[in-house]
C-alpha cells in the first residue's frame, strides 16, 4: 500500500495551539504549502502576542526527498514558534530531531510516539 501524494491540513485547536497533520510523501511545494497554512492560523496568537505552540501529527508521513527536508529546515527556522511537538513512528521522529539540530531549535522542537505524550510536553510548560 503506497502513500497518496503529499497532504498537509492545519487547524487551530480551541485549547490554544496549531494542529498539523501530514498524510502521505511531501515534496518541497507541499511541505511550503503547509507552512503557509501554519502562518495564516498562528497570525492570530501571534497579532495578541501569545506563545505559538505547534502540534504535529506524522503517524501518516510518507516519503519525504531532500527538497522536502530543505523546506523543512527553512519553516523550522522561519515560523517563530515557542514550542513544536511531533509525534509519529522511530524513523520520523529521528528526522524531526535533526531537522529540528539543523535548524538549531532543538531545545523547542521535540518529536513523540503518541499524541499524549506530545501534548504534555506541549503545554506542559505554560508560565
Not at 503547509?34 to 505559538?52: I, M, N, S, V, Y
Not at 515560523?79 to 530531531?97: D, F, H, I, K, W
Request: charged content about 30%; glycine content about 8%; aromatic content about 6%.
Amino acid at each position: 500500500m503506497g502513500h497518496a501524494k503529499g497532504d498537509i491540513r492545519t487547524v487551530f485547536n480551541p485549547a490554544g495551539f496549531v494542529e498539523q497533520k501530514y498524510v502521505g510523501d511531501q515534496t518541497a511545494a507541499s511541505v511550503l504549502r503547509g507552512r503557509k497554512q501554519l502562518e495564516r492560523c498562528a497570525k492570530k496568537l501571534l497579532d495578541e502576542h501569545k506563545d505559538l505552540l505547534i502540534l504535529i501529527d506524522i503517524t501518516e508521513l510518507g516519503k519525504t526527498d531532500t527538497e522536502s527536508r530543505i523546506a523543512g529546515v527553512r519553516g523550522i527556522k522561519s515560523v517563530p514558534y515557542e514550542r513544536a511537538a511531533m509525534y509519529g513512528s522511530l524513523s520520523t521522529q529521528v528526522l524531526v530531531n535533526t531537522l529540528a539540530l539543523v535548524a538549531g531549535k532543538k531545545d523547542n522542537t521535540r518529536a513523540f510516539s503518541d499524541r499524549t505524550e506530545a501534548l504534555k510536553w506541549l503545554l506542559g510548560r505554560r508560565s
